[in-house]
């Protein structure tokens, strides 16, 4: 019998696992520290061989990037590869800190303006010009026979499944797609009757479709664009802004007009995606360096094998980068260091192992974990659990700054002191109002990317009519209502696509 298995069989029998919890602990720290250890050595190896194998030289599409990664390079010399001293990993473990949540917030923002970069895309999807074009040449609001064709097509295509799921992902499908002649009372009534759907479910279930509906409505996250930390980026937006409030983005304006406003959208959002895959790697290295750190005091002899594995190829890597000239580190990954990056699967399967026992251990052993001082040890653990995850910018168990929860404290407070699990018709209330604050914000702008905001929530929306007779009224509706040829037709066509390609699937 292992460890492990003795200290579930005292947790069951209630008896104090003096010997038990401290081992387990040890070997919890160990499994964190190998397979954060040899993953940073892979990933900072990887990194250096970017660098020094570029041809034109290589740069940072921001210049706070770089220095994140020019401290990191220090945090390794100093904490990682130095001399164990608590003073420099105390102040290794802050650095870090920091770090993360400033990469972790950039990203919010940087993918925030990436939503609403997407909704500029919808907006221009519509403003091609149609006159000419013959295959939709048929496309006409007052043509009754156009009406009544089109909504028959779009309802067969609806229903051509038994199966509710599909028959719902088809509904927010095109309706997305159609125009949007909705007002706004009508918007909010469909935004309520969505969240009802959620009374009596867990709260991270509305928390996820919370957080699905603001990022494709581009209000994840709000900074001012006029105010960016993004200087650039932050003026492209308010362009954007500006031209679709004056109206330079008028319905069948030229090609060569239109073209030239679609390659500055593409541009922009190439700039913010290659913005957050700097972010999202750096943040990475962050994480495993800082569990890493983290863990490091704790470890056994079998750490510090696999340590010994990948560290000359750390200190030459780190030694090139900070040398300011990096050179490629590729003659030093010899055997050892490729048979660690071998251990990576199996040390992950043994992770996620332990995760399972860390959480009943920490939901039955509170009193013993404090008692055997083993509080620090278990929030390091905890720290590690979060950083060696897939969610890259998981929020560290108590640091509030970083969290992405879309819920208020005060909306799941119980008011009793305690915390809400399930969903109730009073915390959707709070949430509706909330989101209705938002989207009015959001609807201040111009009416196109009001527009655009409703057609990007409805295609998030699980619940649109009361049967199917509704259905067939609001597509006459739309249909009839867009006096917008052009818009029309781009709608038409964009459904035709659709159907189209659910007939390829099929």
Do not use: W
């Not at 997305?176 to 009372?185: D, E, F, G, N, Y």
């Not at 330079?248 to 073209?259: D, H, T």
């Amino acid at each position: 019998m292992n460890n492990t298995d003795r200290l579930l069989k005292a947790l069951k029998s209630k008896v104090a696992p003096d010997q038990e919890l401290p081992a387990f602990f040890s070997e919890m720290s160990t499994a964190q520290y190998k397979y954060a250890v040899t993953t940073f050595a892979f990933n900072y190896y990887n990194y250096n061989e970017k660098l020094a194998t570029e041809e034109n030289g290589f740069a940072f599409s921001d210049e706070d990037v770089t220095l994140l990664h020019k401290a990191i390079d220090e945090i390794v010399r100093d904490a990682l590869l130095g001399d164990f001293d608590p003073i420099v990993r105390e102040k290794a473990i802050s650095k870090l800190d920091a770090f993360r949540l400033k990469a972790s917030m950039r990203t919010k923002i940087l993918v925030t303006y990436a939503d609403v970069v997407a909704l500029y895309n919808y907006v221009l999807s519509r403003l091609e010009d149609y006159s000419d074009n013959k295959e939709y040449a048929y496309v006409d609001y007052a043509d009754e026979n156009f009406v009544t064709n089109t909504t028959k097509r779009l309802y067969d295509f609806i229903f051509h499944d038994k199966d509710n799921a599909v028959i719902n992902d088809k509904i927010r499908g095109v309706l997305s797609q159609l125009p949007i002649r909705m007002t706004k009372v009508r918007f909010f009534d469909l935004l309520h009757n969505n969240l009802t759907l959620y009374i009596g479910s867990e709260v991270s279930a509305l928390n996820g479709m919370l957080y699905r509906l603001r990022s494709a409505c581009g209000l994840l996250f709000y900074e001012d664009p006029s105010k960016s930390v993004f200087e650039s980026i932050g003026k492209s937006i308010v362009s954007l802004e500006t031209a679709s409030k004056s109206g330079a983005f008028k319905s069948g304006m030229s090609k060569e007009m239109l073209e030239g406003y679609e390659a500055d959208v593409k541009l922009l959002d190439k700039k913010i995606h290659k913005l957050i895959e700097d972010y999202t790697q750096v943040a990475e290295l962050i994480n495993f360096l800082y569990a890493a750190i983290l863990s490091k005091p704790y470890v056994t002899i079998d750490a510090n094998e696999r340590f010994k594995m990948v560290e000359p190829v750390l200190r030459a890597v780190n030694a090139s980068l900070l040398s300011g000239n990096p050179v490629s580190a590729a003659a030093l990954a010899d055997e050892n260091f490729q048979k660690a990056e071998g251990t990576l699967e199996d040390d992950l399967l043994n992770i996620n192992k332990l995760n399972g026992v860390f959480e009943e251990v920490q939901n039955v052993c509170g009193d013993f974990i404090e008692a055997m001082n083993l509080s620090a040890q278990e929030k390091c653990i905890s720290y590690s659990k979060d950083l060696v995850s897939d969610s890259i910018f998981a929020a560290l168990s108590d640091n509030k700054e970083e969290n992405t929860d879309m819920l208020s404290e005060e909306t799941l407070s119980d008011g009793k002191g305690g915390i809400k699990e399930n969903v109730d018709a009073e915390m959707i209330e709070k949430v509706f109002e909330g989101l209705k604050e938002l989207f009015e914000n959001g609807f201040s702008g111009s009416k196109q990317l009001s527009r655009a905001r409703m057609a990007a929530a409805i295609s998030n929306f699980n619940v649109f009519f009361q049967d199917n007779q509704e259905i067939v009224d609001y597509i006459r509706h739309v249909l009839t209502a867009c006096h917008d040829r052009n818009e029309l037709c781009a709608s038409i066509q964009l459904e035709d696509q659709l159907m189209m390609g659910d007939a390829e699937e099929i």
